[in-house]
C-alpha cells in the first residue's frame, strides 16, 4: 500500500510542474507591462517603475518563477495590490463559502443520482429508465448559471420562497443560511446529478449482468437486497471515480454560481480579481481550486486502493 | 516488385470504415443527428437573414422603451438600453456558433497534430502528454477564464483561451486511437513494404482518427458555448455593446425583477443549442460507430454500453491480426 501510495504521489509531480509554470506565466500573457496594466494609465512612470521593483519584474523570467515557486512551496502567494493583504488570507476568508456551497450541491446531486441510477439500471428500457435518460440529458444542457438564473426567476422572484441573493453563514443562523445556499446548491448540484446518474446507471448495468449476481439470484436472494447489497457495492467503485471527476466541474461551477447569488466564496474573489486585473490574486485562486481537485482525486484514488485489493496489486497506474 | 503487388492495398483498408453512401445514410437515420443539425441550422440561417428581413438592430438604443415586456414589435421584449432583445439573441447566436465553430476546428486540428505526434515518438510522447496532464488539472472555465483575463477581453482571445483549454483532451483521444491503429495490421504491412513513418502517419493513422475527432469536436462545440457564455456572464469574455448570450444574461440578471423574460428567452436559446449540439454529437457517435450497421435487437438500442472496441479496429479484425 505504501509503494502504491508513493506511486500515486510520484505520478502528480510533473503534473504540479505543468500547472505551476501555466499559473506563473498567467500574469505574462498579458500584452504591455503587467505593472501599467494594474496602475492603470493614469499612472506616473515613476509609479509604475516602483511596483515593478516590488513586484520583482525586472529578475529574468526563470528567477521569477522559482522565487514565486518558493513562495508557494512555503506558503507565500504574494500580496494583493488591490486588497492590500496576502493572497492566502484573502482565499482563507472566502473558502468556507464555497466549500458549503460545493457540499450541498454533492449532498443534492448523490441524494437524486444514486437511487435513480441504480433504479434506471434495475428497470432498463421502462418508462422511468426513459425519464431518467431524458433527464439527464436535458441536465447536462443547462449550466450551473443559467439554471441558477432561472431557479432565481420562479423561486425568489415569482414565489418568493427564497432570497433572490445573499449570503449568510449557516453556523451562525443555520436556517437563513441554508435559505441562502438552497437555490445555488441545487442549480450547481444538477449538472453534477446527471453525470454521476449516468455512471451510475452505466456501472450497475454492468454489475447486473455478471454471473455472481446470477448465482446470488439463484440462492434466493431478495430483489430489494440484490439490488442495494451486492450490486451497488460492487457499482460503487466507479461511480467513486467520476465523483472525483466532477469534483472540478463542481468547484468552477461553485465559482460562477456564486456571482449569481452573491455569496462571497472564491468564484467571487476570483471574478473581482478579473475585474481589477488583480494578476496574484487569479494565481492564487487558480491554484488554490486546482490543487483543492488533484488533493481529492488522490484521496479517491487511494481510498479505491484501499476498497478494491486489485487495483493495489495490478499494474492500475500506467493509465 | 511482384511480390509487393500481391499484398493488398493498405489504402483500402484503411478507408474501409467509411464507406461515404453509407454514413450518410446512416445519418439521416440517425434523429438525434438531424433534430440536433437541424436546430442549429435553423439558429444560424436565422441569425444571418433575419435581422436583414425584419430590419432588427441589436445596437439601436431607445431610451424611452426600457425593459419592455413582449410584443408585436418587439417579439422578446427591450433590454435595460432600450435595445431588441430578439435582435439581439440573434446577434448573440451569430457570436456563440461562430466561436464555438472556430473553437472546434482550431481544437481538431491542433489535437490532431498532437495526438498523432505523440503516438509516434516516445520522447515527445512524455513531453506532450505531460503538458496536457497539467492543462487537463487545471478545471476548464477556470483556466479558460484567466487565459482570457490576461490575454484580455476580445474574441480572438476568447477563441485562443478556449482551444488550450479543450486541445489536450482532445489530443489524448487522438494519442490513444492512433496508437490503437499503429499495431493494426494494415499498418504493419505498409510497414514492411518499407513506407516512411511520416507516410504511415498521414495516410493511415490520421484518416482513421477523423471519426473519433468530429465526434469530439461536436462536443467540444457544444462545451465551447457554454464556456463562452460563462466567461462573458463574468465579464471575461465578449463585450458591451457586442451582443452574446453570456453578456446578456448578465445584464438580464440585474433586472431580473423587473424584466425576468430577459435572463428566460436567452437562456432558453442557449440550452436549446448546446442540447442540439449534444444530440447531434450523440447521433454522429452512433453513425460513426459501425455497430449501428449490425441488426440489433429494439430494446437494447437506448441502453447499450460503449462498445468495447472501436469501428476500425472491428473493420479489420477478421483474418490473422495475430503476426
Known amino acids: 500500500m505504501t509503494r502504491y501510495i508513493v506511486q500515486r504521489l510520484l505520478a502528480l509531480l510533473p503534473v504540479v510542474l505543468v500547472v505551476s509554470i501555466v499559473i506563473f506565466s498567467i500574469t505574462y500573457l498579458t500584452p504591455g507591462d503587467p505593472a501599467r496594466n494594474i496602475l492603470g494609465p493614469d499612472a506616473s512612470q515613476a509609479q509604475v517603475d516602483a511596483l515593478r521593483d516590488s513586484l520583482g519584474l525586472n529578475a529574468p523570467l526563470v528567477t521569477q518563477y522559482f522565487s514565486w515557486l518558493g513562495g508557494v512551496l512555503t506558503g507565500d502567494l504574494g500580496e494583493s495590490f488591490f486588497m492590500r493583504k496576502p493572497v492566502l488570507t484573502a482565499i482563507a476568508d472566502n473558502f468556507l463559502p464555497t466549500l458549503q456551497l460545493a457540499t450541498i450541491a454533492i449532498a443534492v446531486a448523490l441524494g437524486v443520482a444514486i437511487p435513480f441510477g441504480t433504479l434506471a439500471a434495475r428497470y432498463r428500457g421502462s418508462g422511468l429508465d426513459q425519464t431518467v435518460t431524458v433527464a439527464t440529458l436535458l441536465s447536462m444542457a443547462v449550466p450551473s448559471f443559467v439554471l441558477g438564473l432561472l431557479l432565481m426567476v420562479v423561486f425568489a422572484v415569482n414565489l418568493r420562497w427564497f432570497p433572490v441573493a445573499g449570503y449568510v453563514n449557516p453556523f451562525t443562523d443555520f436556517g437563513a443560511g441554508i435559505k441562502t445556499l438552497i437555490l445555488p446548491g441545487v442549480a450547481l448540484g444538477t449538472i453534477v446529478a446527471a453525470l454521476i446518474t449516468r455512471t451510475t446507471r452505466a456501472a450497475v448495468l454492468d454489475v447486473l449482468n455478471s454471473g455472481y449476481i446470477d448465482a446470488a439470484r439463484s440462492r434466493g436472494v431478495s430483489n430489494l437486497r440484490l439490488l442495494f447489497a451486492h450490486t451497488l457495492k460492487n457499482a460503487g467503485l466507479p461511480v467513486l471515480t467520476n465523483v472525483g471527476l466532477v469534483v472540478g466541474s463542481l468547484v468552477t461551477g461553485a465559482a460562477v454560481t456564486e456571482t449569481i447569488f452573491n455569496i462571497p466564496g472564491l468564484g467571487s474573489l476570483l471574478v473581482q480579481a478579473i475585474t481589477r486585473r488583480d494578476y496574484t490574486i487569479i494565481q492564487g485562486v487558480v491554484l488554490a481550486i486546482t490543487l483543492c481537485y488533484l488533493l481529492v482525486n488522490l484521496i479517491i484514488d487511494l481510498l479505491y486502493g484501499l476498497v478494491d485489493p486489485r487495483v493495489r496489486l495490478g499494474r492500475k497506474s500506467g493509465e | ?323
Open chain 2, 1 to 323: 516488385m511482384s511480390e509487393i503487388s500481391r499484398v493488398p492495398s493498405t489504402q483500402t483498408l484503411a478507408l474501409l470504415p467509411a464507406r461515404d453512401s453509407s454514413y450518410w445514410r446512416r445519418a439521416l437515420r440517425s434523429r438525434s443527428l438531424v433534430v440536433g443539425a437541424s436546430w442549429i441550422l435553423l439558429v444560424g440561417l436565422s441569425a444571418l437573414t433575419l435581422p436583414l428581413v425584419l430590419q432588427l438592430d441589436p445596437y439601436s438604443v431607445a431610451p424611452t422603451q426600457r425593459l419592455q415586456g413582449p410584443s408585436l414589435e418587439h417579439l422578446a421584449g427591450t433590454d435595460s438600453y432600450g435595445r431588441d432583445v430578439f435582435a439581439r439573441l440573434l446577434s448573440g447566436a451569430l457570436t456563440s456558433l461562430r466561436v464555438g465553430l472556430i473553437v472546434c476546428l482550431v481544437t481538431a486540428v491542433a489535437g490532431s497534430i498532437i495526438g498523432v505526434l505523440a503516438a509516434f515518438n516516445s520522447v515527445l510522447d512524455q513531453i506532450l502528454m505531460r503538458i496536457c496532464d497539467g492543462l487537463m488539472a487545471i478545471p476548464g472555465i477556470l483556466l479558460a477564464v484567466s487565459l482570457a483575463a490576461a490575454l484580455g477581453p476580445t474574441i480572438s482571445n476568447l477563441i485562443i483561451a478556449l482551444a488550450i483549454v479543450y486541445t489536450p483532451g482532445l489530443a489524448r483521444v487522438v494519442r490513444s486511437r492512433a496508437l490503437a491503429v499503429r499495431s493494426d495490421t494494415f499498418v504493419e504491412a505498409s510497414r514492411v513494404q518499407g513506407a516512411r513513418p511520416v507516410h504511415i502517419m498521414v495516410r493511415h493513422i490520421l484518416p482513421n482518427t477523423f471519426s473519433i475527432t468530429a465526434v469530439q469536436a461536436t462536443f467540444i462545440f457544444a462545451e465551447s458555448v457554454i464556456t463562452e457564455a460563462a466567461l462573458s456572464f463574468l465579464g471575461a469574455g465578449v463585450q458591451q455593446p457586442l451582443a452574446s448570450w453570456g453578456n446578456m444574461l448578465n445584464q438580464g440578471k440585474d433586472v431580473i425583477m423587473q424584466a425576468p423574460q430577459i435572463v428566460v428567452f436567452t437562456s432558453l436559446f442557449l440550452v436549446l443549442t448546446v442540447l442540439a449540439l449534444n444530440l447531434l454529437g450523440d447521433g454522429l457517435r452512433d453513425t460513426v460507430d459501425s455497430r449501428g450497421v449490425r441488426p440489433q435487437p429494439r430494446r437494447a438500442r437506448s441502453s447499450r454500453k460503449r462498445p468495447p472496441r472501436d469501428a476500425t479496429a472491428r473493420a479489420i479484425e477478421p483474418e490473422g491480426t495475430q503476426l
